[in-house]
């Protein structure tokens, strides 16, 4: 069979399964993986029966969007409050996961358990949950048995109904763009901010909040940095995720394919935003306990060349990889 014949069959196999589950793709209408010329879907939620699955999958979605209310600090019953910040999952995984290059949590279940560099060892969705908890939600776990893992879980496994197992979705992560020669500047970064990031984040880069008060749960735009702000060991720490990420989606909106900065002001930008102060988190020079495997934006040491603690966090970048005979 050619590809095309192999495309038709599995997109058939995927209509068919889909049709019997109850549900039904939905194209998101962005870009199409160049390898494969696979257009970017999600599975639908809106057509799910409403069954246990159906609601589990919707409690999955709304905790997504809705985080720092259910599990956050003002969550009204204290015994569920999880989530140390008022930031929401859709904060970075945009539009509740679905965004191609948004951080999309399309996909990511499929590939799970996986190896992660982080920990030195396989771990499962649940503990990838966890991850974001306890550094990008700046609180604690969910037990794996909670009803909210139970449904955050649910939610994952329907975004990869359709995926592969250990399929590696186009769209994944926040993309690779082009690196700078030189290193990120973030005080040009921060002129940047002021032109095109301040109106909704605040000059102070603090966000505006969902109701008047620091009581209220949520923002309306979430802060960047501060004591509310994701932690020293989140993804979003490093230069190399925050500058993809923003370049494909801020100001918010933009779409991958047509990025409204620059890429010297993206990386700036990125450079800006990291070197503010946030939460610290505890004992970070045990993540990577493989050093070699440990990526060259980790803001923390120990780093296993004698590349500087500076142009770890800032770049160049490419030095650094022929140090290690790495490509991109
Ligand atoms: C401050 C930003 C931020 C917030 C908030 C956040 N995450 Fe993440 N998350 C990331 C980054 C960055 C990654 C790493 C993506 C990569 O590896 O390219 C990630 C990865 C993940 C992954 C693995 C995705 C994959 O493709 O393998 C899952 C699952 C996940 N997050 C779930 C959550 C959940 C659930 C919440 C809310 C409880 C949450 N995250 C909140 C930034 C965030
Ligand atoms: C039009 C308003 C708007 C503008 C302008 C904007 N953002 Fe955002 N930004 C948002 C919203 C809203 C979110 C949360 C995503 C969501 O809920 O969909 C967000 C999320 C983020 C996040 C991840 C969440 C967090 O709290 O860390 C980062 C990082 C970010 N923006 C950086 C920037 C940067 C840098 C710029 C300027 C280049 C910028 N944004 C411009 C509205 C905006």
Redesign the pocket.
């Known amino acids: 069979m050619n590809r095309r014949a192999i495309l038709a069959v599995l997109g058939l196999a995927i209509a068919l399964s889909a049709g019997m589950l109850g549900w039904s793709l939905r194209s998101a209408g962005s870009g199409v993986d160049p390898a494969s010329g696979k257009a970017w879907t999600v599975p639908d939620v809106d057509t799910l029966p409403d069954s246990p699955v159906g609601r589990s999958v919707r409690q999955g979605r709304e905790l997504v969007?809705h985080t720092a209310r259910l599990i956050g600090p003002q969550a009204a019953d204290p015994a569920r409050r999880f989530a140390g910040n008022n930031?929401?999952c859709?904060?970075?995984h945009?539009?509740a996961g679905t965004k191609q290059f948004?951080l999309p949590l399309v996909g990511a279940y499929a590939d799970f358990p996986n190896y992660r560099a982080r920990e030195g060892r396989i771990g499962t969705i649940e503990e990838r949950v966890n991850g974001c908890m306890a550094r990008s939600m700046n609180g604690r776990a969910l037990p794996s048995d909670s009803p909210e893992m139970t449904a955050i879980v649910a939610y994952l496994r329907f975004l990869s109904s359709g995926t592969a197992r250990g399929a590696k979705t186009f769209g994944r992560g926040a993309g690779k763009m082009d690196e700078l020669t030189r290193a990120a500047d973030p005080v040009r970064g921060g002129r940047?901010?002021t032109?095109?990031?301040?109106?909704?984040?605040g000059l102070d880069g603090q966000?505006l909040r969902a109701q008047a008060g620091d009581q209220a749960p949520g923002?309306?735009?979430?802060?960047?940095?501060g004591p509310d702000?994701?932690n020293s060991g989140a993804g979003?720490a490093r230069l190399i995720t925050?500058a993809n990420?923003?370049r494909a989606?801020?100001?918010?909106?933009t779409t991958w394919k047509a990025p409204?900065?620059s890429l010297e002001?993206?990386w700036d930008?990125?450079a800006?935003?990291n070197s503010q102060s946030r939460p610290q988190m505890q004992g970070l020079e045990a993540d990577y306990p493989v050093r070699s495997e440990k990526p060259l934006d980790a803001p923390f040491g120990p780093y296993a060349d004698s590349f500087s603690a500076q142009q770890h966090k800032y770049g160049p970048f490419a030095p650094m990889r022929a140090g290690k005979g790495e490509k991109r």
């Open positions: 969007i930031l929401n859709q904060s970075c945009i539009a948004g940047v901010f032109q095109s990031c301040a109106g909704c984040h966000g923002y309306v735009y979430p802060p960047l940095w702000s994701f979003m925050a990420f923003i989606n801020m100001p918010h909106g409204m900065l002001d993206a930008v990125a800006f935003i």
